[in-house]
């Protein structure tokens, strides 16, 4: 499992090194989103300011919106030249093919992550402290909501209205992400990391329910996609 | 143009229809009617359970006026709430009902996929109760929020049982979006209840982060509209008992009248299929002589 994993997690990355569709624009329309919340809930900035105080917020839910970017094109790739019949030809474990593309789209989302924080600690002026549970935070966070993601890419597939659909379906999926990683983020930037401890766990316990739901399932919505 | 056209033969010299494919309409037709025995069966078992159903939406119907009567004209006011008091008797029977209805939908997913139990029977059912299931948790949400205007202050607040029931509006909005994906009935049936039970297991960790969001802020200071209950007796009692049963009458009325639509939309696409088959084989055969 571990080895198809790799192997589809490689190929996946390495469709993003020559199309660069991820770098090209999924990272730009994050950027545009976290200008756009400037513009809404702007000019005012600095420390107090509505800007500085929902920062951790607004920067969860630009990741939400870029994943289910990042997820479509996971699967935009798979609905080109049959490239899903190959896949479910190929004889990999479809566990492997979960987590290979869960890790592929995990990958791109946390350098996404880095690049955002940077562009929120910036223009919201908000000082990144309490790295350590800010790096934990993110990458339970990013499990979570890739596993999710993956989930319903594949059910949403074999639809004719899948991009209206992914969104549909993903985004109540992952409200208690948006919430607990939110408030792990408030809890580290403000200097008090213990409070937001409780919240990483709401967020592991999460990813591990749904990758663990990912692996059991995705077999068969395959098979169906 | 006539629909009861008499058969033809497969390949009978002059239709425009090559053999090969007419066995294979002649077979679609064998399993689209079946044979006219199992046919008169179905229908005699159906007409039992016509009665039955029609009978629950009798019962359901009284219910609904005996309540409203109850409700509206003879239980007296509430002592600290007056007149809003009366929303009460119906607010937390329609909650009820939609805890049944998720309830339900989630078991009838497990049985569809477990092997020894796997029947599109239960896929239906599990659609007929989810479709009933949002219904009555827009309905939840609306009660609630008139409710909540007059007694709180506001139409909205950021309680974890309300903001549950709002995702769970939402989620089960997307599954009934998964369910309407077009494909053949048990692959369609298989991905509907492997979303139902991916929903399901979101409700928990909603709630319980939810509860765990506002309880660092404040206790909630919204009381749980069950708990009115400590003050009411007699009438009020009653009328409250009645509800809950009536409500859960209507919903199982409305599940038996939803999963029949569904036995009918899937028969419609089957005789239809055979009829336009029918059509178009009387209209070639018109045309030839």
């Known amino acids: 499992m571990w080895r198809d994993a790799l192997l589809v997690a490689g190929k996946d990355l390495r469709i993003e090194a020559r199309s660069k569709v991820g770098l090209g624009q999924v990272v730009p329309f994050a950027l545009v989103v976290v200008l756009l919340f400037g513009l809404a809930l702007g000019p005012a900035a600095g420390r107090g300011s509505v800007l500085s105080l929902a920062a951790p917020g607004l ?46 789209v995990c990958g791109q989302l946390l350098a996404l992550e880095v690049v955002l924080a940077g562009a929120v600690a910036l223009l919201y002026d908000r000082h990144l402290a309490g790295g350590l549970l800010l790096v934990a935070s993110c990458l339970a966070a990013t499990v979570g909501l890739v596993s999710v993601g993956t989930i319903y890419g594949v059910v949403s597939s074999g639809s004719r209205q899948r991009e209206t659909l992914l969104p549909l379906l993903f985004f109540p999926m992952v409200a208690p992400i948006l919430l607990a990683a ?39 919505l395959l098979e169906d996609a | 143009m006539s629909l009861t056209t008499t058969p033809t033969g497969p390949g009978r ?68 709430m007056g007149n809003l008091v009366r929303l009460l008797y119906i607010h937390p029977s329609i909650a009820w009902v939609m805890y049944i209805c998720y309830g339900v939908a989630f078991l009838a997913s497990l049985l569809y996929l477990w092997p020894r139990t796997r029947s599109l029977r239960f896929d239906k059912l599990a659609g007929a109760s989810s479709e009933v299931g949002v219904v009555f948790t827009g309905l939840t949400l609306v009660t609630g929020s008139i409710w909540g205007r007059p007694t709180w202050g506001v139409w909205w607040t950021w309680d974890p049982l309300l903001t549950t029931t709002a995702l769970l509006f939402v ?55 069950i708990t009115g209950k400590t003050y009411i007796h007699g009438s009020m009692a009653w009328t409250l008992l009645l509800s809950f049963v009536t409500f859960t009458l209507v919903y199982a009325w409305l599940v038996a009248r939803r999963y029949r639509l569904f ?27």
């Open chain 1, 59 to 104: 920067y969860w839910v630009a990741v939400l919106l870029a994943t289910v970017l990042a997820v479509q094109r996971s699967f935009a790739i798979e609905a080109l030249d049959g490239a899903s019949d190959g896949l479910k030809l190929s004889g990999l474990d479809p566990a492997g093919i979960f987590v290979g593309k869960a890790a592929a």
């Open chain 2, 171 to 225: 989620l089960y909005l997307g599954y009934l979006a998964v369910r309407r994906i077009p494909g053949e009935p048990e692959v369609c049936a298989r991905r509907s209840a492997i979303a139902a039970l991916v929903a399901f297991v979101d409700v928990p960790i909603c709630y319980f982060s939810v509860l765990w969001w506002r309880s660092l802020h404040q206790a909630p200071t919204v009381a749980d509209p």
């Open chain 2, 13 to 80: 010299p002059g239709s425009e229809v090559p053999p090969a494919q007419l066995t294979a309409l002649d077979a679609a037709r064998g399993s689209g009617v079946g044979s006219v025995p199992g046919r008169e069966g179905a229908r005699r078992r159906r007409s039992g359970h016509d009665v039955a159903i029609t009978a629950t939406g009798a019962l359901a119907l009284a219910g609904v006026v005996a309540t409203v009567w109850l409700g509206l004209w003879v239980t007296p006011p509430d002592r600290f």
């Open chain 2, 263 to 289: 036995v009918l939309a899937e028969r419609e696409g089957d005789e239809g299929l055979v009829l336009a088959i029918e059509e178009r084989r009387a209209e070639s055969l018109q045309g030839r002589s």
């Open chain 1, 182 to 220: 939110t408030k792990a983020w408030d809890a580290a930037l403000a200097g008090t990391p213990g409070r937001g401890t409780g919240w990483l766990d709401v967020l592991a316990v999460f990813a591990v329910a749904y990758l663990a739901m990912g692996t059991v399932a995705f077999g068969p």
